[in-house]
């Protein structure tokens, strides 16, 4: 797992160095944060998303296959979690509310734009259910426009460049690609049998 994330990292990092050299990275001036871009739009979806996928794990159990689906989210949503968390201090990639410069990086405390904390929960949450169920049931492909509308939402508030956000998604997808991978999820594996049986048993 450790490779496989250092690997996607060090390419989502290469990949923004080449997207900058070819302009990807531009400022949203001024910044458009209202409407159904507006920062309670933005909260509103990572909130209902962690609150869909750590509900639903713990309603249903890990013991038929749209339950043991979600355990798979449970566990790419905290990996995703605590990924993006310790890259944005390594990094310390200025917002583009910060600066014009998207090359601002290494800045120190309290520059935070690479990755998009908010874009990587959202895509590690819904990956394991693309996966598991968008072959057979195409629809499922449709979650995919959530990370999406959130990377928007970001930029256009002046949160994160496009590469940050198009690395969360890169990285996002591949945790949730190594979390559907296991066959037995990790947090499956570390809690209690009476926490991942499923309250809808229980009552």
């Not at 933005?42 to 038929?64: C, H, I, M, N, R």
């Not at 002046?158 to 969360?168: C, I, K, R, Y």
């Amino acid at each position: 797992m450790r490779d496989r994330t250092l690997s996607l990292t060090l390419g989502a990092l290469l990949a923004c160095r080449v997207a900058h050299a070819g302009g990807i990275d531009h400022k949203i001036d001024p910044p458009q944060d209202t409407g159904i871009w507006s920062r309670s739009n933005q909260k509103a979806l990572q909130d209902l998303t962690v609150l869909t996928v750590f509900g639903g794990a713990l309603w249903l159990g890990s013991d038929d296959r749209i339950g043991h689906t979600f355990w798979q989210s449970v566990d790419s949503t905290a990996i995703g979690v605590v990924t993006a968390q310790v890259m944005k201090p390594v990094f310390s990639r200025s917002r583009p509310r910060q600066t014009d410069d998207p090359g601002d990086w290494f800045q120190g405390s309290g520059h935070n734009s690479f990755p998009s904390g908010e874009v990587m929960v959202v895509t590690t949450a819904i990956t394991p259910f693309v996966l598991e169920y968008g072959p057979s049931h195409p629809a499922v492909y449709a979650l995919e426009l959530l990370p999406l509308y959130d990377g928007i939402a970001r930029i256009k508030s002046q949160a994160h460049w496009q590469t940050d956000v198009l690395a969360s998604f890169a990285i996002g997808t591949g945790i949730g690609w190594y979390a559907h991978e296991r066959e037995l999820p990790i947090s499956v594996k570390l809690l209690p049998r009476g926490v991942t049986i499923g309250l809808h048993v229980q009552f």
